[in-house]
């Protein structure tokens, strides 16, 4: 009798990830949670970048915010539940550390984090190394450095992909709950929609044009940088939106439509504040992003009646994001052109928000999981918001921009449907059982 010999199987590498923020520990998890080693190195906790401060992985620098969450009527909202379809950390770290923010997946940024790196360090099969990596490491990697990759290995990614762009980001002021004033403060979200999560600060037509006034001409940080045309629109500081014209604001984050203080008042405008942990306990400015000096920051905005005497926990910052001129240098599947497994996820994508970037993260170790073992690649379909950015990153273009979730990036339907609401749902639905599809072939 002829004795069969054992099938061999091929040793899979140790994939490098460079990075443990949303994009890298997506990646990581995923292609640990598929039986794959990972080294995920980060700078972290010996350094900090200047936006970050949290030991944790996973830490949000800016809002903590990740927009919108129902899927039919919210493009992130979309794309937040493909992801989850998929198998991402990230969208089950934040809805394991909500908080209340109306429809909007708002999270308590500590817990966050702290979920995000529980996981990855308990994980058996990530080994995480603290250190700043100045060369691009042999393949498989994926970078996932972020915006603000350290110099030596900015450097040379800008050498082996022929150049960066960048553009500027801005992040909002923090107050303590207890300093604002309720008198001339009321609880309450757009159209009575989330109950109590946002406290709302308006403003009579005097107090807003003052406010607009002071803010417009208020000192800035850095003087003139954000009239250079790398600004992206999605992170505008509020200082330079005034700037456009007195009512901007008015029909942007200071738009008062949808909000009653039960008492029957109408207002000129409103900022709404928004929890930013669990507790309540501080809330961030919506909308306020900024690049004025901190003093500043304190002057102006303590002209908003409700925050005349607000306690200032953390002013908004700017710093420059750096990000690729993908169309050039990557595949839709987040690899380098000529490099197979070696792959770039992340805001220096040319993908643009929290949950954008990890999707990307999320989808570079779909396709690198797919390599290494020797299956073919499959994108997303671009009905899905996964495909439609995959497609943005390598489509051709003279002047490549930073791209967010959007219902608008997503091809039209085969019939012109007039009502958005209901286009909208028609585009959800048909993205999900895309994504359903991509999900079952993935695991074949």
Known sequence: MKRRLPKRTMKMPTVKVIGAGLAGCEAAYYLAEKGIKVELCDVKPKAFTPAHSNVNFGELVCSNSL????????????????????GSLIVEAAYSTRIPAGGALAVDRENFAEFITGKIKSHPNIKCVCGEIKSLPESPCIIATGPLTCDGL??????VTGGALHFYDASAPIVTRE?????????????????DDYLNCPMDREAYANFVSELVNAERAVLHEFEKREIFEGCMPVEVMAARGAETLRFGPFKPVGLSDGQGNKFYAVLQLRKENADGSTYNLVGCQTNL???????????????????FMRYGVMHRNTYLNSPLVLNADFSCKGEPTRFFAGQMTGVEGYVESAASGLLAAVHMSRKLAGKDVIIPDATTVCGALSAHIAGATDNFQPMNANFGILPP??????DKKLRYEQLARRALGDIDKFTKEICD
């Open 67 to 86: 927009k919108g969450s129902d899927p039919y009527s919210n493009a992130c909202g979309l794309l937040k539940e493909e992801m989850r379809r998929i």
């Open 154 to 159: 900015a450097e040379e990614i800008k050498s």
């Open 179 to 195: 300093s604002v004033d309720m008198q001339y403060a009321f609880f309450g979200d757009r159209y009575g929609k989330g109950g």
């Open 293 to 311: 000096k901190f003093a500043e920051q304190k002057r102006v905005f303590s002209l908003i009646p409700a925050l005349k005497n607000a306690d």
């Open 413 to 418: 339907l085969k019939e012109r449907v007039r």
